[in-house]
């Protein structure tokens, strides 16, 4: 069984910063892209940042120079560091990763979602 354990939501106000972290974990053979999707109130979900194994990201362009996505394949843990945070980034954030199991089950994996808000 593979799980996804985030953490690191909370209120913070506008301006202020956030760190999230996600990891894996289970019956794991590899983890190929990790990314961040958040979704807010009435919309959809959206892709925030994106990462391979390789290190090569890719941001909305709505979070470009505010956010950094990382990762450290040796724990299969990836972060989000969120900087001057506004109330749009406001959103309930969800931990995704594509995943290969010892039993050669390839799929997309989700964690539980954490809440950010972002409010004076």
Same mark, same amino acid.
């Given at each position: 069984?593979?799980?996804?354990?985030?953490?690191?939501?909370?209120? =913070?106000?506008? &301006?202020?910063?956030?760190?999230?972290?996600? *990891?894996?974990?289970?019956?794991?053979?590899?983890? !190929? *892209?990790? *990314?961040?999707?958040?979704?807010?109130?009435?919309?959809?979900?959206?892709?925030?940042?994106?990462?391979?194994? &390789?290190?090569?990201? !890719?941001?909305?362009?709505?979070?470009? &120079?505010?956010?950094?996505?990382?990762?450290?394949?040796?724990?299969?843990?990836? !972060?989000?560091?969120?900087?001057?945070?506004?109330?749009?980034?406001? *959103? =309930?954030?969800?931990?995704?990763?594509?995943?290969?199991?010892?039993?050669?089950?390839?799929?997309?994996?989700?964690?539980? &979602?954490?809440? =950010?808000?972002?409010?004076?």
């Amino acid at each position: 069984q593979v799980q996804l354990v985030e953490s690191g939501g909370g209120l =913070v106000q506008p &301006g202020g910063s956030l760190r999230l972290s996600c *990891a894996a974990s289970g019956s794991i053979l590899s983890v !190929n *892209a990790m *990314a961040w999707y958040r979704q807010a109130p009435g919309k959809q979900r959206e892709l925030v940042a994106r990462i391979t194994s &390789g290190g090569r990201t !890719n941001y909305a362009d709505s979070v470009k &120079g505010r956010f950094t996505i990382s990762r450290d394949n040796a724990k299969n843990t990836v !972060n989000l560091q969120m900087n001057s945070l506004k109330p749009e980034d406001t *959103a =309930v954030y969800y931990c995704n990763a594509h995943l290969i199991t010892y039993t050669h089950y390839e799929f997309d994996a989700w964690g539980q &979602g954490t809440q =950010v808000t972002v409010s004076s």
